[in-house]
Structures are given as structure tokens and as C-alpha cells.
């Protein structure tokens, strides 16, 4: 109909059939950052916070959401992960979260690894809401993937 793959020929939404796809090594990056006050960003980094390990709980729950992906987004495929991992940085005025996703598959790995760093972000304001209601949870996107049909693919640098 107009070369969207998850339209069929009636403009429904569908799942891409990729039965004949060649497996191959995949794997996508992804941040975002959450920015907080002082004291919140204090607390998380001292390991103070009132709901106990901050990164810990938002490392575990980053992973977990990637593996469920599948189930979250409603056209993706589940799929058989390799490795997550999710990493954290802090800013002057937050954390910065970067999830990496791989798997050796026939469709693309770009959603765990966003799904990971959200989820990631979002279980850091779960943690830390009662020192800071106002955090602010921002620049969620794809840094890079790799393998498929596509290649290759880095977001430009300074976007």
C-alpha cells in the first residue's frame, strides 16, 4: 500500500513477518538522562536514598524491561536476548543512563535498548520521588546499531 512495514495492503497494523530473514549479529545503544535537585542527586550518589540502592533497583529494572519488550510494545517481536547491560553516569545535574542490547536474531534490537534506558530512568524517579517530585526525564534516544539489512547507524554527534 504506501512501503510502511507494519501496514498490511488495508492499512492495518501488523506484525513484519521476518520467517525468511538471515539471523544476524545485532546490537543498539541507547540513552537518556533524568535531571533532579541537588539533594536528590546527592542522596542517590551517597546510596542515602529512602528506598535504599537507587541504581541497583534502576540497573535490574532496566534489564527486566528490555527482556519484556515484546510484551510492552505492541507490534515487536519477542525476542531471545544475548545481553543487556545498563550503565550509569552522573552529570552535575542528574544521571545519565546507556543501555546496550545484543542478540544474534532476524529483527532489530533498537527497542529493548530504548525500552531498557527509559524504564532505567523511570525506576530512578520511582527511588528518589520523595526527595524530588519535579525530576525531569529527558534525551531518550538511539545511539547506535549495528547489523541487518541496515548496518551500520550512529546518531550525528552533538544531536
Known amino acids: 500500500?504506501?512501503?510502511?512495514?507494519?501496514?498490511?495492503?488495508h492499512g492495518q497494523a501488523r506484525m513484519v513477518d521476518v520467517g525468511d530473514k538471515q539471523a544476524t549479529a545485532r546490537k543498539a545503544v541507547a540513552t537518556g538522562r533524568i535531571r533532579m535537585s541537588a539533594q536528590a542527586l546527592a542522596a542517590i550518589r551517597a546510596g542515602d536514598a529512602p528506598k535504599g540502592d537507587v541504581l541497583a533497583a534502576a540497573?535490574?529494572?532496566g534489564i527486566m524491561a528490555a527482556k519484556k519488550t515484546g510484551e510492552l510494545i505492541p507490534l515487536c517481536h519477542p525476542l531471545a536476548l544475548d545481553a543487556v547491560t545498563v550503565e550509569f553516569v552522573?552529570?552535575?545535574d542528574g544521571v545519565r543512563a546507556t543501555?546496550?542490547?545484543s542478540l544474534t536474531g532476524k529483527t532489530g534490537?533498537?527497542?529493548e535498548a530504548m525500552t531498557a534506558?527509559?524504564?532505567a530512568l523511570?525506576?530512578?524517579?520511582d527511588m528518589a520521588k520523595a526527595l524530588d517530585k519535579g525530576m525531569v526525564i529527558d534525551e531518550v534516544r538511539l545511539l547506535a546499531k549495528s547489523g541487518g539489512k541496515s548496518g551500520e547507524w550512529r546518531a550525528p554527534e552533538g544531536a
Not at 1 to 9: A, F, I, S, V
Request: glycine fraction near 4%.
Open 109 to 111: 534490537i533498537e527497542m
Open 1 to 9: 500500500m504506501n512501503g510502511l512495514t507494519h501496514l498490511d495492503e
Open 99 to 101: 543501555a546496550t542490547a
Open 90 to 92: 552522573f552529570e552535575d
Open 117 to 119: 534506558t527509559s524504564i
Open 59 to 61: 540497573r535490574i529494572a
Open 122 to 125: 523511570l525506576t530512578i524517579y
